[in-house]
């Protein structure tokens, strides 16, 4: 019931996707992902001594903040610019509305947001799994796409956005974890 504790079950959850994205996509993919969220870690902790607030990195949501921007983002995006991504989510969006929980809108999302305008081209382009061909075009404007690949990733598309297969299994273990129930008010 603890923030800490819902976090290690998001992590959890996210886990499949982030291994599935490490292994269609590589060792720059698990850099993306390892500087997404050390960054957003040592934001926030640099970012609450600043501000002289409440120590907040043990509840773990920064973690998740840098995990969730990492799967949203391509897997050739230089890393600088995926720095940039988590202080936008950090800094301006988590630290600068109040912290967890009152921030006007989901940090990494507004990360990506921010970097689809400032990164256009870079935040566009996609490689193929196992091929190493370059895309700009997603699957759904291609067509070319099976249900197949979709479910288990075979596409371009971002870092942990395609493997339909593993974001469902960890959207089954969020449901049997109780952290997203019908009954439940808010996480």
């Known amino acids: 019931s603890s923030v800490s504790g819902m976090m290690l079950c998001v992590?959890?959850?996210?886990?499949?996707?982030?291994?599935?994205?490490?292994?269609y996509?590589?060792?720059?993919?698990?850099?993306?992902?390892?500087?997404?969220?050390?960054?957003?870690?040592?934001l926030e902790l640099i970012g609450s001594l600043i501000i002289r607030r409440k120590q907040s990195v043990?509840?773990?949501?920064?973690?998740?903040?840098?995990?969730?921007?990492?799967?949203?983002?391509?897997?050739?995006?230089?890393?600088?610019k995926a720095a940039l991504g988590s202080f936008i989510a950090i800094i301006l969006v988590k630290q600068m509305f109040g912290g967890i929980g009152r921030n006007?809108?989901?940090?990494?999302?507004?990360?990506?947001i921010a970097m689809r305008l400032i990164f256009?081209?870079?935040?566009?382009?996609?490689?193929?799994?196992?091929?190493?061909?370059?895309?700009?075009?997603?699957?759904?404007v291609s067509g070319g796409t099976g249900y197949w690949d979709l479910l288990l990733g075979n596409y371009a598309s971002y870092i942990g956005t395609g493997c339909?297969?593993?974001l469902l299994l960890g959207m089954i273990f969020l449901c049997?974890?109780?952290?997203?129930?019908?009954?439940?008010?808010?996480?």
């Open 176 to 187: 049997f974890s109780g952290i997203i129930s019908p009954d439940r008010k808010s996480v």
């Open 58 to 80: 043990h509840d773990l949501s920064a973690v998740v903040t840098g995990l969730i921007l990492g799967m949203l983002l391509p897997p050739d995006l230089a890393l600088w």
């Open 164 to 166: 339909a297969a593993a």
């Open 11 to 23: 992590i959890a959850a996210l886990l499949p996707a982030v291994i599935a994205g490490v292994l």
């Open 25 to 42: 996509y590589g060792k720059n993919a698990a850099l993306i992902l390892l500087t997404t969220v050390g960054s957003a870690f040592l």
């Open 120 to 140: 256009a081209k870079d935040m566009t382009t996609w490689r193929v799994p196992d091929s190493g061909a370059i895309t700009r075009v997603t699957p759904l």
């Open 104 to 112: 006007f809108a989901n940090p990494a999302a507004v990360a990506w």
